[in-house]
């Protein structure tokens, strides 16, 4: 064995060393690697029905809200109408109610002797 065949396989040596020393942290990496698969995986799983209820959920309020609305347009509808009514009876009968009213104060200040000022006289 020469002096040449000696430093080749000190050179060799120091390689396989080298390249064991950055076995270990390359095999943790990879451990690392399949610890996040997994953990995606159980992500994916668990996420897949939560988004299937949070769209469930959305539809049946967006249900919820058309019948809101059906009912908020009935309402408006029949605040209408009411409305509509109101002023129908009060055109139709408020008028001659009015003049009733005048027509009554005026028989009652005749009769009953009241003041202008709604004061009544004593008798002394």
């Known amino acids: 064995m020469s002096g040449g065949d000696i430093v080749g396989l000190v050179f060799a040596a120091a390689f396989l060393g080298l390249v064991g020393f950055l076995a270990v942290p390359l095999f943790k990496l990879g451990?690392?690697?399949?610890?996040?698969?997994?953990a995606i995986r159980d992500l994916?799983?668990?996420?897949?029905?939560?988004l299937e209820e949070s769209t469930k959920t959305i539809q049946e309020t967006n249900a919820q809200l058309a019948r809101?609305?059906?009912?908020?347009?009935?309402?408006a509808d029949v605040t209408g109408n009411v409305s509509a009514l109101v002023a129908l009876v009060a055109a139709t009968v408020g008028g001659p109610l009015v003049k009733l009213a005048g027509f009554s104060a005026g028989v009652r200040a005749a009769l009953g002797g009241a003041r202008p000022g709604g004061t009544r006289r004593r008798l002394r």
Not at 31 to 38: A, C, G, N
């Open 31 to 38: 451990r690392v690697f399949d610890e996040t698969t997994l």
């Open 44 to 50: 994916t799983h668990s996420a897949t029905p939560l």
């Open 68 to 75: 809101v609305d059906t009912i908020t347009s009935n309402v």
